[in-house]
């Protein structure tokens, strides 16, 4: 299934509630919350207080990416705020182990991320534990950079090992995905796809993710 998820970080901070709706309206079906703690990444955002209120304003699912380097202090106040996945990055300090256990305990879904100079391997280990490996396709920390094409060997490679061991595990991409790469980035093998400016920044946003739908159509990736 492909999932279209706008990045709250590129939205307007003082009209919060009326952007959701309006990506909402506009046929995402997933919300990419983007969690900067000044420290995994240079950059800070917000935490889980914004996400429990959004929580009451929209039945979107919630893809919270924790760019921190110690998730494990972290991870319980976003479950209690109402996210539906957390992903953290394997990069960070958290034993990676014993935060999927506990978010299995939780029940709560998880995902791994893999900044650009990680490689795929890196992943293989937990893909069975795993609902979603998030390939990041820009440096973490900021929205509006530059789309690394180079980044689609990588998802190729984990999603030849997830085909070959029979899983069903998401990929999902972040960084510079808009309109002229969607056709890549899916026949890569990547089905969620994450944008912050391309989808926030766009005055016809339902004619966005229109064409982005069309563009993934012509290579659909099928759990
Ligand atoms: C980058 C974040 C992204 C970012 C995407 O660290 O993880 O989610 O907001 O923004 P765009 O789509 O503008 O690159
Ligand atoms: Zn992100």
Redesign the pocket.
Same mark, same amino acid.
């Given at each position: 299934m492909l999932y279209i998820a706008p #990045?709250l970080? %590129?939205a307007d901070f003082s009209q919060l509630t009326n952007e959701v709706k309006r990506v909402q309206r506009a046929g995402a079906n997933m919300l990419?919350l983007?969690v $900067?703690d000044g420290h995994f990444?240079p950059n800070l955002s917000f935490g889980p207080q914004l996400i429990k209120d959004l929580r009451k304003r929209t039945n979107l699912l919630f893809d919270v990416?924790l $760019?921190l380097t110690d998730p494990d202090k972290y991870v319980d106040s976003f479950i209690k705020a109402g996210a539906d996945s957390i992903t953290f990055h394997l990069e960070s300090n958290s034993n990676v182990d014993a935060l999927l256990s506990h978010l299995e305990e939780c029940n709560c879904k998880s995902a791994l991320s893999l900044s650009p100079d990680t490689p795929a391997e890196a992943v293989f280990p937990y893909l069975d534990r795993i609902s979603m490996v998030l390939v $990041?396709t820009?440096y973490?920390?900021?929205? @509006?950079?530059k789309f690394m094409p180079q980044m689609m060997d990588k998802v190729r490679a984990i999603r030849a090992e997830i085909i070959k061991r029979g899983l069903d595990v998401n990929i999902q991409v972040?960084? @510079?995905?808009?309109l002229g790469n969607v056709g890549i980035v899916t026949e890569a093998g990547a089905n969620v796809l994450? %944008? @912050? #400016? #391309?989808i926030f920044g766009a005055k016809k946003t339902g004619a966005v993710i229109k064409q982005m739908r069309e563009e993934a159509a012509a290579n659909p990736y099928r759990a």
């Amino acid at each position: 299934m492909l999932y279209i998820a706008p #990045s709250l970080f %590129a939205a307007d901070f003082s009209q919060l509630t009326n952007e959701v709706k309006r990506v909402q309206r506009a046929g995402a079906n997933m919300l990419h919350l983007d969690v $900067m703690d000044g420290h995994f990444v240079p950059n800070l955002s917000f935490g889980p207080q914004l996400i429990k209120d959004l929580r009451k304003r929209t039945n979107l699912l919630f893809d919270v990416h924790l $760019m921190l380097t110690d998730p494990d202090k972290y991870v319980d106040s976003f479950i209690k705020a109402g996210a539906d996945s957390i992903t953290f990055h394997l990069e960070s300090n958290s034993n990676v182990d014993a935060l999927l256990s506990h978010l299995e305990e939780c029940n709560c879904k998880s995902a791994l991320s893999l900044s650009p100079d990680t490689p795929a391997e890196a992943v293989f280990p937990y893909l069975d534990r795993i609902s979603m490996v998030l390939v $990041m396709t820009v440096y973490p920390g900021f929205g @509006g950079q530059k789309f690394m094409p180079q980044m689609m060997d990588k998802v190729r490679a984990i999603r030849a090992e997830i085909i070959k061991r029979g899983l069903d595990v998401n990929i999902q991409v972040d960084g @510079g995905i808009g309109l002229g790469n969607v056709g890549i980035v899916t026949e890569a093998g990547a089905n969620v796809l994450v %944008a @912050g #400016s #391309s989808i926030f920044g766009a005055k016809k946003t339902g004619a966005v993710i229109k064409q982005m739908r069309e563009e993934a159509a012509a290579n659909p990736y099928r759990a």
